[in-house]
C-alpha cells in the first residue's frame, strides 16, 4: 500500500471528520458546596441542560429545595455529610434554591 491520498482515503477522513462535529455537546456541571450553613457560592450560572452538584462539607445534614421559576417547588432530598445530590436544570429560568431546616441558607441558579 503506498503513502498516496485516493479519492476513497479523502472521502473516509471527510465522513470521519464531519460525524466528530456532529457529536452533542456534553453537560456542563456547577459545584456547590454548603459550608458554614451557606451556598458557596450564592449565585451560579449554566446553561440549560446542565447540572448542579450540590456537596455537603458542613458536619451537619441540609435540604436542598429548589423553587421553580413557575412558583412550584421539587424537594430534592436531604443532603448528609460527605455526600452530594446532583440536580438537572433542563429549562432556563431563574431557580431559588433553599434548605428547608436552615431557613437562612438561599442560593439562586439562573439558567441560560
Not at 4 to 19: D, E, N
Not at 66 to 77: A, E, F, M, R, V
Amino acid at each position: 500500500m503506498s503513502g498516496r491520498i485516493t479519492p476513497i482515503r479523502i472521502g473516509s477522513l471527510a465522513a470521519l471528520l464531519m460525524s466528530s462535529l456532529a457529536l452533542p455537546a456534553c453537560a456542563a456541571e456547577a459545584v456547590v458546596d454548603q459550608h458554614d450553613l451557606t451556598f458557596v457560592p450564592a449565585t451560579v450560572t449554566i446553561n440549560a441542560g446542565d447540572s448542579v452538584r450540590f456537596t455537603d462539607s458542613d458536619h451537619i445534614t441540609h435540604n436542598i429545595t429548589i423553587l421553580n421559576p413557575d412558583g412550584t417547588s421539587d424537594d430534592k432530598g436531604m443532603d448528609r455529610y460527605g455526600q452530594d445530590i446532583a440536580v438537572p436544570f433542563a429549562k432556563s429560568g431563574v431557580f431559588q434554591v433553599h434548605c428547608r431546616i436552615h431557613p437562612t441558607m438561599k442560593m439562586t441558579v439562573t439558567v441560560k
